[in-house]
Every structure is written in C-alpha cells, then in structure tokens.
C-alpha cells in the first residue's frame, strides 16, 4: 500500500499563462477568478484535491513580475512568501509563446526556492506536436526542474498526469483540510474580485492595478412577505480608482457602464453565494495608492 501524502503547491509564471485555468482544471471546480486580462489573480486562493492516497492544495499566486511600483515589490514580497511555504511549485510556461526574459527572471528567481519545481508546458492544445517538443527542450534549458510536464487545461490533457506528479512531490502525512472543502478564501475577498473583474472588463486603456475594491459592509435584510423576490443580502462595496479620467471610464457615458459593472458583478456574486443580493457599488479617487503604504495597507496589502 502507498504512503498517503499531503501538502502545498503554487503555481507561478507570467500573466496570462494559464495559472487560474490550470488550477481551475485539477481541482474540478471554479474557485480563483479567471479573466482573459493579466495580473487579476492577486491573492493566494487555495484549491484542494482530495485523494483516498493524497491531498494536494493549491496555492494560486499573484503574477511574479518585476517591480516597478510599491505594490509590485509588494505582490513579489508574497509570491516569495508563499514559495517558502510550500511543498511543490509548478513554473507555467505557454507552449505559443516564445521564453522571453520575463520567464529567465522567474527561472533565477527559482533557482533560491527550497522547493522542486515542476515546469509545466501550458496550452499544448495551441500549437502543433513538433512546437510542444521543441519548447519541451528549450523549457529544459531554462533551469533545474525535477520534472517536465505539458498540459492543456482547456482540452483536459495530462491534467492528472501532473495531477499525480505534483503529489509524488509531497511529504508523507496525513490530510490536512476536512474532505469536501474547496477553498478557504473568505467571502468579501472573493466578493471583491468579482467587482474588480466586472469593472475590468473591456477597459482596455488602463492597467488592472489602478484598481482596488474593498467590500465595505455586507447587511442581511429580512426577506419582505409582499415581495420574495426582495434582496436578502446588502453588499455595500468601494472602487478605488487612481484618477479622475479613470473613474471617467468606469462610469461610462451616463452612467451606463457602471451600471453593466454592477450587474455583471451582483450575477456573479449570486452565482457565487447562491442567493439574491442587492450591490451598493461606490467609486473613490484614491491618488497615488500604489505607491502609498499607508493605503495599501487599508486595502490588505
Ligand atoms: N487554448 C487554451 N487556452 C488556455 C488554456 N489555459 C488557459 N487558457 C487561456 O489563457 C488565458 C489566460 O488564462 P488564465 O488562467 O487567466 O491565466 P493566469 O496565468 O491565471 O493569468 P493571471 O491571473 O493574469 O496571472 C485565458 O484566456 C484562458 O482561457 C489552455 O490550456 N488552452
């Protein structure tokens, strides 16, 4: 009989390729929020397989990316955290993608990692049989990885293949998290996700990190008898945006952006909670916050 085995894993790699997706894929069920924009997955969301001889949690991380501003020393300082933390780290490399310096930067900055890396082939099903083996050895090149595997994660092939490989790099012991349980990321955060996501949404012409929601008070109303379809639940949230011009875009003209935002993100949050809300969305000039600790830190930074 094999040893059962329990532990961590993260995943990191450039924006856009494919982290939330593949995380998505191996754990079964949407927990981290996928967008076709980079750098939205800011927080560690955690998926757990559950396994009769196993179980894997996942770490999501942000985006390794080098730092220009305080908040991307910041994302960097937890991406490092969580590296420190965990058990296993799989490098996500695009298959239609070119290595780029980025990927050399995230390779050196591995090399330090306590951990094995596994460096995952990513979006196999993109390109052709010779592509995937050509970035294969050129993956092989990059760095020290204990294991190579591709994967796509929208097609389901070798999913459990690294499924498999990410456990056998795990310590011996016993689960750690109670079956059945699939993320333990608190409710506001993920809330506040699905607003930022909204308000991402086909704005084009400025960078997602000029964006921060916090989700200010969540209220439970008594369900009137007249009316059952009445809002249940108050969520009374804050968009924080850098400038006036930005605000500008989210609002939209007359207003009808904001008004899409807001729908597309109360959809998403009763999808989410699987109850009626009523959102009470607000936007705020926060100037500069990026580079000023002391509002970072008000956002949970
Ligand atoms: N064809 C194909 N597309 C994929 C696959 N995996 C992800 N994608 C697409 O690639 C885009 C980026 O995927 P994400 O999972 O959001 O990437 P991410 O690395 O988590 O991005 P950040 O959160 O920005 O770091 C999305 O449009 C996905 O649909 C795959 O296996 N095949």
């Known amino acids: 009989m094999t040893e059962h085995r329990s532990g961590f894993a993260a995943f990191v790699g450039r924006p856009n390729v494919g982290k939330s997706t593949l995380m998505n894929a191996l ?7 996928m967008s076709s924009r980079p750098q939205t997955t800011r927080r560690a969301i955690r998926g757990i397989i559950t396994r009769d001889d196993a179980q894997l949690i996942i770490v999501d991380t942000p985006g390794l990316h080098r730092p220009r501003t305080l908040l991307g020393e910041r994302l960097n300082d937890v991406v490092r955290e969580t590296f420190a933390e965990v058990d296993v780290i799989g490098f996500c490399l695009p298959a239609d993608e070119k290595i780029g310096p980025g990927d050399a930067w995230i390779a050196r900055e591995l090399a330090q990692a ?3 890396v596994v460096a995952i082939v990513t979006k196999v099903d993109k390109v052709s049989r010779d592509r995937v083996a050509e970035h294969l050895m050129k993956v092989s090149e990059l760095g020290e990885f204990i294991d190579l595997v591709p994967v796509s994660s929208v097609e389901g092939i070798q999913v459990d293949v690294l499924t498999d490989v990410l456990i056998k790099h795990l310590p011996k012991g016993a ?3 109670p079956t059945g349980e699939v993320t333990d990321e608190p409710e506001d955060v993920m809330i506040a996700e699905l607003i930022r996501e909204a308000a991402l949404e ?9 964006i921060a929601v916090i989700v200010e008070e969540m209220e439970e109303r008594p369900q009137a008898e007249d009316d059952p379809r009445r809002p249940l639940l108050i969520i009374r949230a804050q968009l924080y945006v850098e400038r006036d011009s930005q605000k ?22 009763e999808r989410l909670l699987g109850r009626k809300v009523y959102l009470d969305l607000h936007i705020k000039i926060a100037k500069e916050w990026q580079r000023d600790p002391k509002q970072l830190g008000r956002m949970g930074f």
């Open 27 to 33: 754990v079964g069920e949407k927990v981290a929020i």
């Open 114 to 116: 306590k951990a094995p």
């Open 175 to 177: 689960a750690l998290y």
């Open 202 to 210: 086909g704005v084009h012409d400025e960078l997602p990190h000029s």
């Open 248 to 269: 500008g875009i989210i609002i939209g003209h007359g207003g009808e952006r904001l008004k899409a935002v807001g729908a597309e993100a109360r959809a998403g949050i």
